[in-house]
């Protein structure tokens, strides 16, 4: 949920399934090293990363944290992101046009993220959010415009949404997005937009935001939603998650994140990384 200036609904009144609840296991931090982790969504682009990025790798892996999905979220940013994934092999690009850029979505930008595509495991961050002072026609046309592309080459797509999800959902069940799928990127709706989303063939992704002590609507998609539809990341550098608020967010502290959603739902830590892992790995399509 990129907001640097250089980068970047109804709910309907349905029940979904509960968890079942299990007790906790018993923690202690030696624990995560036998746990491990996908980050699906995190900007290792951004210069408070870049420039420090062998560490920042070394501090992942040592918190179990094996795969990091990095989006794109203008056309200048690509290059970055694609050649880091050249680099590293536990780095996945996907670029795309962030809502906030819709403006900028031109015949020639998409041609060239056509041509990134197959070296691509999703495309994204794109979407809808009408908190930015861009036009909802713009935005909507660069949305369809991006899926369609998706569509064209097989891949899954992270979606970006604030205050627009009525208009997202539309747009999705009109582009017939459900035959790709991909990511609710730090998902911000209720827990019946949730089961709308699901029932299109998309995860929901579970940020640090469900850390803070005064989350109640995260708290409440995550009890509310089955394990097997989500997926976790960091959106570093943005949403830090407890207890490390203050400071940018980084992959390492995914687990601070994994471990407040095996507490919400009352089931062992290595359950949740198991799952969580397991729906990364099929919607990116990843070994």
């Known amino acids: 949920m990129r907001e640097i200036m250089t980068r970047g609904g109804q709910n309907r009144n349905r029940k979904l399934p509960f968890a079942r609840e299990k007790p906790l296991s018993f923690f202690c931090p030696e624990m995560v090293h036998f746990l491990m982790f996908i980050d699906t969504h995190c900007h290792l682009d951004d210069p408070s990363l870049r420039n420090r990025l062998g560490n920042v790798l070394a501090a992942a892996a040592a918190a179990g944290v094996e795969r990091f999905v990095v989006p794109g979220v203008a056309p200048e940013g690509w290059d970055d992101i694609m050649t880091l994934a050249a680099g590293d092999s536990r780095i996945l690009a996907s670029p795309g046009i962030h809502p906030m850029h819709a403006e900028r979505c031109s015949d020639g930008e998409l041609h060239q993220l056509e041509t990134l595509a197959c070296k691509a495991v999703a495309i994204g961050e794109i979407g809808l959010d009408y908190t930015y002072d861009v036009s909802r026609d713009a935005q909507q046309r ?87 539809h989500l997926v976790l990341e960091t959106d570093a550098p943005d949403m830090t998650p407890e207890p490390h608020r203050g400071r940018p967010n980084e992959p390492a502290f995914l687990p601070e994140t994994a471990r407040r959603v095996a507490e919400i739902k009352g089931v062992p830590l290595g359950e949740v990384a198991a799952v969580t892992t397991a729906n990364a790995r099929k919607v990116f399509k990843l070994q």
């Open 142 to 228: 660069a949305f369809r415009a991006q899926l369609r592309l998706a569509i064209r080459h097989g891949l899954p797509v992270l979606i970006h949404c604030r205050r627009a999800f009525q208009d997202l959902l539309r747009i999705l069940r009109e582009e017939g997005a459900g035959r790709v799928g991909g990511v609710m990127h730090a998902f911000s709706g209720s827990p019946e937009i949730a089961a709308e989303c699901i029932g299109l063939g998309f995860l929901i992704s579970i940020a640090g935001t469900v850390t803070y002590g005064n989350a109640v609507r995260p708290v409440e998609v995550v009890r509310r939603t089955p394990l097997d």
